[in-house]
């Protein structure tokens, strides 16, 4: 969740591994995964699906 959020926030791979502490090709492989599991085939598709479905409020993280 953190890495779609960041991926939201229009984060590049590098700008979410230093958030997350964490190397830009696992940031990439979380990406990759991420568009597969929304059927996305681009990043704002993720981030606009993950908007529209409401995976990014702030009650869905509880």
Avoid at 23 to 50: F, P, Y
Wanted: proline fraction near 0%; hydrophobic fraction near 55%.
């Amino acid at each position: 969740m953190d890495v779609l959020r960041l991926v939201a926030e229009g984060r590049s791979n590098a700008g979410i591994a230093d958030e997350l502490f964490i190397s830009i090709k696992t940031v990439s492989v979380h990406v990759s995964n991420i568009l597969a599991k929304l059927g996305a085939a681009s990043r704002m598709e993720a981030a606009a699906t993950a908007h529209r479905l409401h995976l990014l409020d702030a009650d869905s993280a509880a």
